[in-house]
């Protein structure tokens, strides 16, 4: 690992840890990326396919709905062959939670508060107990009761916390403590006071995300900026960024939110200048061909693609590897220093392509 990345300056809020499969969550742990599936759980060959390709891009958590009985036994087959932990989605059918346990998952998110009376509930935690398997509470902005709906006038952060907590209770009543809770909503400002609100109250590890984001650019923003704030503020265990789509696209935004706040990393960071009038090569074009060279490279380099020779190599000085272009001529260069010229526009990118092969297999080696 290259010696221009510092350790992270945030405080985390201190939590309780918790287990999931083969991860501990909450307390000095790491901060997990995780996701669900799009797919129909019933169809475990689709469901696996994700399951692989998420965990591949760096997702460390999977969650899946399960609708029925069907998914619910598909879960077996799936969770032979994850290598991530997976969590059951359940939703008010408390038969549900207990066939996903029994087929092998490694967590519910579930709401006690909507499955059926104490005895369900009770046998929910029995199974979840046997099987060292976490509970997460999951409250979300559409979901707060009606009772606490006209209490507070809407689905306040006052509300979801309210909430949250009453579900809280019915497992503490049976004894049960693996608990992990996430307060979502699609307003980022309702969020970030909602988890703030709780973090005062209980100890239990959090997992954090903006509930219906949206689209890729504008949910990347818009998670960027609460999960951001929160993650500035110390709270957080788990994360997701929830986007619109093909959820392999919620992995980027994860990590480099992660990165971005010194928290922690995975693959290269590629930094890029915005393009001005000076900018006399396709500098558009060779950023986003180096971000598709290192797509699937987990080493943690610090890569610069800019558009002025004279500048650029000063102005990426951290960067493990850089390359800047001008009018037929680029150079590329190693922490500040040019280490080569590279004439012809042509060549530019494959002469790249082949010294970030090079200090790849650098680093790599060390």
């Not at 790491?30 to 692989?52: E, F, G, W, Y």
């Not at 939703?91 to 996903?100: I, S, V, Y």
């Not at 960067?319 to 042509?346: M, N, P, T, W």
Request: aromatic share 4%; glycine share 10%.
């Amino acid at each position: 690992m290259s010696d221009h990345r510092q350790p992270s300056p945030i405080r985390r809020h201190k939590t309780r840890v918790i287990r999931l499969g083969s991860l501990f969550l909450g307390g000095d742990h790491p901060i997990r990326v995780q996701s669900m599936t799009n797919t129909d759980t019933r169809d475990v060959k689709a469901s696996t396919a994700q399951v692989l390709a998420l965990a591949e891009a760096g997702c460390e958590i999977v969650r899946l709905a399960v609708p029925d009985e069907e998914a619910a036994r598909a879960l077996k087959a799936i969770k032979a062959v994850s290598p991530v932990p997976l969590v059951a989605d359940i939703h008010f059918d408390h038969r549900l939670a207990l066939m996903a346990l029994e087929s092998g998952v490694d967590g519910l998110r579930i709401n006690p508060g909507n499955i059926g009376g104490p005895e369900k509930v009770a046998a929910v935690v029995r199974a979840a107990s046997e099987r060292g398997a976490p509970i997460r509470i999951g409250v979300n902005s559409g979901s707060v009761e009606k009772s606490l709906l006209a209490k507070y006038g809407g689905p306040t952060p006052q509300a979801m916390v309210e909430s949250a907590l009453h579900h809280v209770r019915l497992l503490e009543d049976q004894g049960f403590d693996q608990i992990k809770i996430s307060l979502k909503s699609s307003s980022v400002p309702a969020t970030i006071a909602a988890y703030s609100l709780l973090s005062e109250t209980v100890d239990y590890p959090l997992h954090i995300g903006i509930t219906e984001a949206g689209t890729p650019l504008r949910g990347a923003a818009k998670s960027g900026v609460g999960l951001g704030v929160l993650l500035w503020m110390g709270l957080g265990d788990t994360l997701r960024v929830s986007l619109t789509g093909d959820p392999l696209t919620e992995m980027t935004p994860a990590w480099e939110i992660l990165r971005c706040l010194g928290i922690r990393e995975r693959g290269p960071e590629i930094v890029s200048c915005p393009t001005c009038g000076r900018t006399e090569i396709d500098l558009a074009g060779l950023a986003q061909a180096v971000e598709e060279k290192l797509r699937y490279v987990r080493t943690p380099i610090k890569v610069a693609v800019m558009g002025c020779v004279v500048n650029g190599p000063g102005e990426a000085r951290e960067a493990d590897i850089g390359l800047a272009g001008g009018r037929d001529c680029a150079v590329i260069f190693r922490k500040g220093e040019v280490v080569r010229k590279v004439r012809g526009e042509s060549n530019v990118l494959a002469e790249f392509l082949r010294e970030l092969d090079t200090i790849i297999t650098e680093f790599e080696n060390r």
